[in-house]
Each structure stands twice: as C-alpha cells, then as structure tokens.
T-cell receptor, first 111, second 114 residues
Framework: GENVEQHPSTLSVQEGDSAVIKCTYS??????FPWYKQELGKGPQLIID?????GEKKDQRIAVTLNKTAKHFSLHITETQPEDSAVYFC??????????FGDGTTLTVKP | DVKVTQSSRYLVKRTGEKVFLECVQD?????MFWYRQDPGLGLRLIYF???????EKGDIPEGYSVSREKKERFSLILESASTNQTSMYLC?????????????FGQGTRLTVV
C-alpha cells in the first residue's frame, strides 16, 4: 500500500519568515495530494491540494509543489503569522477520497 | 458548509465495554471514513464505506467494526474496549465525484479507556 513520509515533525519559525514542509510518497499511482491544517481541538481542514498533472499551485500565502518523478511534494507558507500555528498533514490519494496521511508537522510561529 | 458531527467530544469507558462512536454528515456524501489519530503516527484509516450497508477495512481494523444503515450516519464500534484503543477518533466524509475529492472531518472524539 501507499506510504507517506512527512518532515519535519516540528517546525518553529519567527513571524514573517517562510515555512516549508516536505512529503514523499511511495505509490506512483497516487494522483491527488491534499494538505490539511488541524487547529487545537478541531478536525483537520483542507487548505490546498494539487493534482498529479500540475506541478505547482498557489493560493495567497500558501503554495504546493509536486515532483512526480521524485515522488515528493511540499507545502510552502510565506509571511507566516501566529494564526498559522497548527498541525499540518500531507496526504496522498489514489481514488475515491481514501487518503494515506503523513505523520504531521507541528508548526509554531513565534511573534 | 459541509458539516460532519461526531456525537461526543470526550468519552471515558471501562476496559471490556462495548463502545459506539457516532458520526453524521449533512451533505449527502457517499463516502465516509473513520480514522484514529495518535501523536507521531498521523491519521490511520480504520474503516471506510462507499455506500449504505457497504464497508471496507482500512489499515488498522483489528478490534473495531462499523455500521452504515443510513447514508448520513456511520458508526464505529469497539466490541470490547481495551486500553490501547485510547485515542482521538476522527470521522470524515467525501463526495463520490471522482478521484480528486477532499475529506471533510468532524471535530473528533477523544476516547479514554480505563
């Protein structure tokens, strides 16, 4: 089955700096890569996603890149703010909404 | 907005009890999922369902069963709770509109088995 590795497990940045979280996947059949943000006491919520036929996608301060050949994808957050502090999960999906998740990255943005 | 509601935020149960975790979604989604979340282990899929009365095992089904009698409701059952089932349980749903479908999560149920 699919295996997703996510790094780093914790990340601390100063407000205004950029944050990068990286994931690798094992199954070349995976073709949908969502990123979820989980705030304290809440369930994960989608923040951005990318399909396998796209190399990069951007939404305001958040961007995701995908390298299908190397089987890795990354989340980039620019101009970080304290409200970006949360746990972030990457995931890889082959179909029907069933995803394999990474272990999560706890991002702390220090004011 | 899609709403996925889990019946309890916190539960404390005794070892050996039969435990029911309930999940309801209001967007007529075909797919529903139960995940378990443990620190450092991410989200692990327990069971999922693509339709009423259908269920499929995920990656860690041992010790769990599920029930989907109605499209909007998906129940996770711990037949005989054990302390190693102490965890955060997350329910999710998604539409069956093809491959590229995000999952909508409930707020989670933190279960403690003593």
């Amino acid at each position: 089955g699919e295996n997703v590795e996510q790094h780093p497990s914790t990340l601390s940045v100063q407000e205004g700096d950029s944050a990068v979280i990286k994931c690798t996947y094992s199954d070349s059949a995976s073709n949908y890569f969502p990123w979820y943000k989980q705030e304290l006491g809440k369930g994960p919520q989608l923040i951005i996603d990318i399909r396998s036929n796209v190399g990069e996608k951007k939404d305001q301060r958040i961007a995701v890149t995908l390298n299908k050949t190397a089987k890795h994808f990354s989340l980039h957050i620019t101009e970080t703010q304290p409200e970006d502090s949360a746990v972030y999960f990457c995931a890889a999906s082959i179909g029907a909404g069933k995803s394999t998740f990474g272990d999560g990255t706890t991002l702390t943005v220090k004011p | 907005d899609v709403k996925v509601t889990q019946s309890s935020r916190y539960l404390v149960k005794r070892t050996g009890e039969k435990v029911f975790l309930e999940c309801v979604q209001d967007m007529d989604h075909e797919n529903m999922f139960w995940y378990r979340q443990d620190p450092g282990l991410g989200l692990r899929l327990i069971y999922f369902s693509y339709d009423v009365k259908m269920k499929e095992k995920g990656d860690i089904p041992e010790g769990y069963s599920v029930s989907r009698e109605k499209k909007e409701r998906f129940s996770l059952i711990l037949e005989s709770a054990s302390t190693n089932q102490t965890s955060m349980y997350l329910c999710a749903s998604s539409p069956r509109t093809g491959v590229f479908t995000e999952a909508f999560f409930g707020q989670g149920t933190r279960l403690t088995v003593v």
